[in-house]
């Protein structure tokens, strides 16, 4: 049996359709009765928090692998810690952990605390994988799309940083690939989309897409915190943020390699290709829909 954690979240749930997809027996584990009512029909549902470690062993009776992912709060090394133990304690056989772009190279904030996990989980005996995605596509739609329908314009401060993004969608093929294998190999992949994009040349191909000219506006990081604090997040969330920018304003996260190929057998999707399924978060309909 392959479990699921965090299923009811962006890469948990990809994860979970992916697995399914497959045909593999699959349980998604849901912290609340609530959260469960999303779960796919051919789901186990298990309700447990990483909070309560008899809730997890629960949870992970009767399990062989695990995919490993919680909420980036700065109390992840714990949440994800006591999930490593019990999965070591129920003889789990191969734990597949969601980690962070510039986990082991950048000592800030959110890969910090993956890194952190990610030395619990090596050092553990558990049979382990561990990824390390770039930046998600879906991070543009969800972040960006709402000042490009009204404003023709997105903000952000990357600079002329270059990233790779990878869609979620790739990201959930390579752990399902991982957990079907039944074959952990210690080691972490690193999962990087086809194109090492600025935020300009994204402009310009959302612009493509929307058939009317995008624009990006490079603003300084202490605005965009500020910003970020103004729309209500908490100030420890937008500073994660801003240092996870500034790993890439280092020129980290701009490599492209061949991973998502290998571990799947399937090239990697463009972000061409995801801009032509969500052309319509950018419509001008959208923004008065």
Not at 115 to 140: C, D, K, W, Y
Request: aromatic share 8%; with cysteine.
């Amino acid at each position: 049996m392959i479990l699921v954690t965090g299923a009811s979240g962006n890469v948990g749930g990809a994860v979970l359709a992916s697995v399914l997809k497959s045909g593999l027996p699959a349980a998604a584990m849901y912290l609340s009765e609530s959260d469960a009512r999303t779960a796919p029909v051919n789901a186990r549902v298990v309700i447990a928090d990483f909070k309560d470690k008899q809730s997890l062993r629960r949870a992970f009776e009767n399990v062989d692998a695990l995919f490993l992912v919680c909420a980036p709060i700065p109390e992840l090394v714990e949440l994800e810690g006591n999930a490593i133990e019990v999965a070591r304690e129920l003889g789990i056989k191969h734990v597949v952990k969601n980690s962070s772009a510039g986990a082991g190279r950048w000592d800030k904030s959110f890969p910090q605390w993956h890194a952190e996990v990610e030395r619990l989980l090596q050092t553990s005996g558990v049979g382990h994988s561990i990824v390390r995605p770039n930046s998600f596509m879906q991070n543009i739609t969800a972040f960006f799309a709402g000042t490009i329908q009204t404003q023709d314009a997105f903000y952000n401060s990357m600079g002329t940083s270059r990233v790779s993004l990878v869609d979620v969608r790739d990201i959930a093929d390579v752990v399902s690939s991982l957990l079907a294998s039944g074959k952990p190999e210690n080691r972490i992949y690193e999962l990087h989309g086809p194109d090492a994009l600025t935020y300009d040349e994204v402009a310009e191909r959302v612009s493509k897409i929307c058939g009317r000219t995008i624009r990006y506006i490079d603003i300084p990081m202490s605005d965009q915190k500020k910003a970020l604090v103004g729309s209500g997040m908490p100030d420890w969330q937008a500073q994660a943020l801003i240092d996870l920018q500034d790993y890439y304003r280092h020129g980290y996260g701009g490599e492209c390699n061949d991973e998502i190929r290998l571990v799947t057998g399937h090239i990697p999707r463009t972000f061409d290709r995801f801009l032509e399924e969500n052309a319509a978060a950018f419509s001008k309909r959208a923004a008065t829909a």
